[in-house]
């Protein structure tokens, strides 16, 4: 558990028959929230955390998933406790439980929010490359 706190990383359990989700790791590190108020946090409340316009496809994983698919990946933003955006890696393995009779999604939380910036600080120094290039070759 403390690895997990270090690594920032969350750990759920998502009962798709009633959309409970079992919240585990690193809650206040990754997001800022207490732990206390993922006790009982549905897949709904999570779904008010997620940014707008990352949101509808994951409202579409939700209703058209039957999770089927073994294993899956989703990439998003969640929103954090002071208000910014955090870049998550959602990795997901569906299992069928049978003490309980019913399929039960185990998944891992991981913030990819250093990697995003890095890749955007790639792409816009590729752009202005680019477009000095241009500049360069129009002045011939």
């Not at 206040?28 to 549905?42: A, M, N, V, W």
Request: glycine share 4%.
């Amino acid at each position: 558990k403390f690895a997990d706190r270090i690594l920032g990383i969350i750990y759920f359990e998502y009962l798709p028959k009633n959309k409970e989700i079992l919240w585990s790791g690193a809650i206040s590190e990754l997001l800022g929230y207490d732990e206390t108020q993922f006790r009982r946090y549905s897949v709904w409340d999570w779904m008010e955390l997620i940014h707008p316009d990352d949101k509808q496809c994951f409202e579409t994983i939700l209703k058209e998933d039957d999770h089927t698919q073994e294993a899956y990946e989703n990439l998003y933003r969640v929103r954090h406790q002071s208000g910014r955006y955090v870049h998550v890696r959602n990795t997901v393995k569906t299992f069928f439980n049978l003490s309980i009779g019913e399929k039960v999604v185990i998944g891992m939380i991981n913030d990819i929010s250093e990697l995003k910036e890095a890749e955007e600080l790639s792409r816009k120094a590729r752009l202005k490359r680019a477009t000095e290039r241009m500049k360069e070759l129009e002045g011939e």
